[in-house]
Nanobody, 121 residues
Framework: QVQLVESGGGLVQFGGSLRLSCEVR?????????GGWYRQAPGKERELVAS???????NYAEGVKDRFTISRDNLKTTLYLQMNKMQPEDTAVYYC??????????????WGQGTPVIVSS
């Protein structure tokens, strides 16, 4: 059963950096066609933080522009979110979402399990 496995979350100080990863497991012929990172803070709705299209066009929420960067590896099996200059309001559980493709099969949309990020002031 293919799934998205997230890693990289944790505790970071104000102004610090973290890199989240979202990997297709087990390794197969599925590739990430497009995807995004979402986050959900306590008591709030899940929101889109960053997205990347099949053509590598990226979009960011206003509050993270110039601080966060979404990317994929060359094999298109891992999605990343580089987070710099982190602020306490970035504290949330972060989820990846990706559309997986493979030849002659329908697109498979999956969510990662979520990874918590805590920014201390």
């Amino acid at each position: 059963q293919v799934q998205l496995v997230e890693s990289g979350g944790g505790l970071v100080q104000f102004g610090g950096s973290l890199r989240l990863s979202c990997e297709v497991r087990p390794r197969s012929i599925f590739r990430i066609d497009r995807g995004g990172w979402y986050r959900q803070a306590p008591g709030k709705e899940r929101e889109l933080v960053a997205s990347i299209t099949s053509g590598d066009t990226t979009n960011y929420a206003e509050g993270v522009k110039d601080r966060f960067t979404i990317s994929r590896d060359n094999l298109k099996t891992t999605l990343y979110l580089q987070m710099n200059k982190m602020q306490p309001e970035d504290t949330a559980v972060y989820y990846c979402n990706a559309a997986l493709v493979r030849p002659f099969d329908r697109t498979l949309e999956l969510w990662g399990q979520g990874t918590p990020v805590i920014v201390s002031s």
